[in-house]
C-alpha cells in the first residue's frame, strides 16, 4: 500500500512525538509511576542531563528513588558546583546520620511549617509516614504554635519528638537555643547526635529558604498540606 504524503507527514510526526516523550522521561530518569513533582515552572529553568552524560547528575540519580531526579535537583543542576555539594552534605544528614528516623523527619516537616515550605513538606509526608510518624504526629507537626509546650503535644508526640520539635521551634525562629531546650533534647542523645540534630535542622532550613525563594515546582504561594 502506497501511502499519500500527508499520512506520512502525520506518521512522522507521531513517531517523533513518542521518541520525544520516551528521551523527556529518560533523561529526567524516572518513569511515570516514580513521579513525584508536579513539573511546573521555578523561578530558574530545570537541568535534566541525560543518564550516562553527567557524573554529578548520575551520583544525584542514584540517591533519589527509582532514580528520580526531583525538580529541586533540576533547579540545583544550574549551578553544578553547588549541587555536587548538595549532594554530599544531604546524603550524609538524611542517609548516614544515627537519629531516630522519626525525629529526623519530625525536624524536616517542622520546618517546612515553621517556614511554609510546601514543597518540603510535600516530599518528606509520605518519608515520615514510612519512618513512623502516624497522621496524628503530622496533625501536631503541622499545627501546633511555635515554642509550644503543651502537654497535649507531649501526650501525641512523646517526651523524645517533643524535645525534638521545640529544639527544631527555637533554631528555626529565633537561631539561639536557650540551655533548657538544648538540654531537654540531649536528655535522648549522645554528642554526635546532637551534632546530627543540629546539622539536620539547620540544613534543612537552608532546604526550605532555598526551595521557596526559588519557586521549586511552583509551591511557594501553595499552603503546607493537612495531613488527612
Known sequence: MILGSSTVIVVL?????????????????????????????????YIFPPPGTDPIA???????????????????????????GWDDLFGIIRDNNTLPPTMRELFIL??????????????????????GLSTD???????????????????????????????????TKAVRVPDDVFNGLRKFLNDQQMVEATATTGGYNLVSRFVVALNVDDKMDVPVPIPT
Do not use: C
Open 13 to 45: 510526526f507521531f513517531l517523533f512525538h513518542i521518541s520525544a516523550l520516551g528521551a523527556s522521561v529518560s533523561s529526567r530518569g524516572h518513569a511515570a509511576h516514580a513521579k513525584r513533582d508536579d513539573d511546573l515552572p521555578a523561578r530558574v529553568p
Open 58 to 84: 548520575d551520583h544525584i540519580r542514584s540517591r533519589r528513588v527509582n532514580g528520580t531526579l526531583l525538580d529541586l535537583d533540576g533547579v540545583l543542576l544550574n549551578a553544578r558546583l553547588v549541587a555536587s
Open 110 to 131: 517542622r520546618i517546612a511549617v515553621l517556614n511554609e515550605a510546601s514543597y518540603e513538606w510535600i516530599q518528606h509526608e509520605p518519608v515520615g509516614r514510612s519512618a
Open 137 to 171: 504526629h503530622l496533625r501536631v507537626i503541622r499545627f501546633t504554635p511555635p515554642f509550644s509546650s503543651e502537654k497535649d503535644v507531649r501526650n501525641v508526640l512523646g517526651e523524645q519528638l517533643a524535645a525534638a520539635m521545640l529544639f527544631a521551634d527555637w533554631i
